[in-house]
């Protein structure tokens, strides 16, 4: 059984910066596309990040430029490096995994719990 777990969520300032970490246990997922997605209070679940198994990283018009995914290998965590944030940034960011990037991005196989990221102006 596959599990993502998240860990790097909490509050931080207006201008300030977090980490997210995606950890994959139960199951081997490294020919998996890997990503993040968030919901706001009030919006829909949206797509923030990608990143494959070989390392092309695809992010929305939203935080380019302002976020960074990354992995060291396909066998890593999966990080968001969040860059000066915005209260508008605020919402419950997901890990998810997919068989590809149109996978993930139209229906993951798997979602991690979720973790807040509240931000302050």
């Known amino acids: 059984q596959v599990q993502l777990v998240e860990s790097g969520g909490g509050l931080v300032q207006a201008g300030g910066s977090l980490r997210l970490s995606c950890a994959v246990s139960?199951?081997?997922?490294?020919?998996?596309?890997m990503g993040w997605f968030r919901q706001a209070p009030g919006k829909e679940r949206e797509f923030v990040a990608a990143?494959?198994?070989?390392?092309?990283?695809y992010y929305a018009d939203s935080v380019k430029g302002q976020f960074t995914i990354s992995r060291d290998n396909a066998k890593s965590p999966v990080y968001l490096q969040m860059n000066s944030l915005k209260p508008e940034d605020t919402a419950v960011y997901y890990c998810?995994?997919?068989?590809?990037?149109?996978?993930?991005?139209?229906?993951?196989?798997?979602w991690g719990q979720g973790t807040q990221v509240t931000v302050s102006s």
């Open positions: 998810a995994a997919g068989t590809s990037t149109v996978a993930l991005r139209t229906g993951p196989q798997y």
């Open positions: 139960g199951r081997t997922l490294g020919l998996y596309a």
């Open positions: 990143i494959t198994s070989s390392g092309n990283t």
